[in-house]
């Protein structure tokens, strides 16, 4: 793996490459790449202004890679990244969340199967926090061994029912969307902070029908409208984003380390399979990640 201290890959260019998580070796570095040298094992996720991580050689800047935990091989590694800087700036960034602030705080995780879900809970339980997370029948004992206190099968009947029948949360996540919102916020705590932090938002949607400039200003619009719709009922109502972090790796990869969050890996795939493990992402109801081993 190449490093770019300077940022210079635009990624724009064709054929585009897909993926974004990554876990290999520094092959060269920047002149004024300090915390690395060749041959360090590292990990990191891949902004989306770049060229993807499905390639044999990768240019990455350094605020963007994290040293890779000791406790994993690349393939666990590589299941980690983008995940773990969404849930982080989605958790962290926005939701305000931390390992001092989180013991006793009730957290939702709607859609807590998939690769977001079970490293949030991971790092939710690490914190000190009691977690409930909904998920289909079939995945409530996979949640419940990654931490989870407490499971609502959606497939059960109206999941607003069974929720507005526990006690009020601090914080949900919501990895779905939909038709989520129209209930999900009367299940806060009102006037109490409490936050909605949803990753399903209309801001590609907008930008691509729109363009780039009437996308922004439709966006902005969007969610300063639901803001101050929910803020008048004592919640706040955010967007997360991923958002590429070399140093959020870096407390990550310690938590790893220390035996606090694992890898959920579902398929690994050869390089020469990439067709079959989009193929496989497709279907949905995913139990963890797909990883792509570029080299057997």
Known sequence: MKRDPLNVN????????????????????????????????????????????????????????????????HTEAAAVPYVASTAWSALVNTGGLSKDNCAKKRILIIGGSGGVGTFAIQMLKAWGAHVTVTCSQNAELFVR?????????????PVEERLGSLAKFDLILDNVGGDTERWALTLLKPWCGAKFVTL??????????????????????????????????????RWGFFAPSGPALDEIMEMVDAGQIRAVVEDTFGFSEVPQAFERMEKG????????????
């Not at 300090?34 to 770049?50: G, M």
């Not at 009437?214 to 706040?236: C, I, P, R, Y």
């Open 285 to 296: 109801h995913a139990r963890g990640k797909t990883v792509v081993q570029i080299r057997k």
């Open 200 to 237: 399903v938002t209309p801001f590609l949607q907008n930008t691509d029908m729109l363009g780039i400039a009437d996308g922004m200003v439709q966006n902005a619009a969007t969610v300063a409208s639901k803001v101050l719709k929910h803020l008048a009922k004592g919640v706040h109502y």
């Open 145 to 157: 061994g990654l931490g989870a206190d407490h499971v609502v099968d959606y497939t059960a009947g």
């Open 10 to 73: 635009s990624g724009n260019e064709f054929p585009l490459i897909l993926g974004r998580d990554l876990s290999g070796v520094i092959m060269e570095c920047g002149l004024d790449v300090k915390y690395f040298k060749e041959w360090d094992e590292v990990w990191a996720a891949i902004p989306p202004w770049k060229q993807g991580s499905l390639s044999e050689f990768v240019v990455v800047s350094a605020n963007e890679v994290s040293h890779k935990p000791k406790s994993m091989s």
